[in-house]
């Protein structure tokens, strides 16, 4: 059973510091992709990893992957007050259909 | 831009009743999901449905679930008797093609449903 597991789960930052989030997966999948959930809203996508050595950047935040290793990485820059919300990282299931979630990490960025 | 609609926002309904959720996913896609998340817990796959049918589901979803694509654009899910522990927001999404594959899933905006 292919299990997806974050750390951290909840992450509290100050402005302009920087961080990462960690996703790693227990099987082979070689295509990563990372939400964005505001609450009582829907799942946004961020990144899609496609092979091994991705490397996605869009402003702050930069994702990479490594299928090697079964890791992902979610790498915030310098973080301002809008990036706080939930990231959640999702690896396609064994038979390549769903999509398997990591329990997401909560990101609040204090001023 | 092209996006999933869900119907309704909010359904709160009565233990043992049956409800229909509602999804038009993008026009273009051939691939279609339903996902739950439970309040503060992570997003869990129900099913997922290609070509007019079940193409894969989860435990969850048992005989009181079914999914049904009435027409070329409504994709619905039905739960035949609602339980307490069905009380969860619940998403689909839809994508357009497997090619090169790709799997990115875009989300509707959920249905919160509430079971008293």
């Known amino acids: 059973e292919l299990k997806v597991e974050q750390n951290p789960l909840f992450l509290s930052m100050q402005e302009g510091k920087n961080y990462t989030i960690y996703c790693n997966y227990s099987?082979?999948?070689?295509?990563l992709y990372w939400y964005r959930q505001d609450p009582g809203k829907s799942l946004e996508s961020l990144f899609v990893?496609?092979?091994?050595?991705a490397v996605k950047q869009e402003g702050r935040l930069m994702a990479s992957l490594d299928t090697k290793a079964r890791l992902s990485t979610l790498h915030i820059t310098a973080a301002v007050h809008d990036l706080s919300a939930t990231y959640f990282c999702?690896?396609?299931?064994?038979?390549?259909?769903?999509?398997?979630f990591g329990a997401g990490t909560i990101l609040r960025v204090k001023s | 831009e092209p996006e999933v609609t869900q119907t309704p926002s909010h359904q709160v309904t009565q233990m043992g009743q049956e409800v229909i959720l509602r999804c038009v996913p993008i026009?273009?896609?051939?691939?279609f999901y339903w996902y739950r998340q439970i309040l503060g817990q992570k997003v869990e796959f129900l099913v997922s449905?290609?070509?007019?049918?079940?193409?894969?589901k989860s435990e969850i979803f048992d005989d009181q679930f079914s999914v049904e694509r009435p027409d070329g654009s409504n994709f619905t899910l039905k739960i035949r008797s609602t339980k307490l522990e069905d009380s969860a927001m619940y998403f689909c999404?839809?994508?357009?093609?497997?090619?090169?594959?790709?799997?990115?899933?875009?989300f509707g905006p959920g249905t919160r449903l509430t079971v008293l």
């Open positions: 026009s273009n896609h051939l691939y």
């Open positions: 449905f290609y070509n007019n049918e079940i193409s894969e």
């Open positions: 999702a690896v396609d299931g064994v038979y390549g259909n769903k999509l398997v």
């Open positions: 099987t082979t999948s070689d295509r």
């Open positions: 999404a839809s994508s357009d093609s497997r090619r090169a594959g790709r799997n990115e899933q875009f």
């Open positions: 990893l496609l092979s091994n050595g």
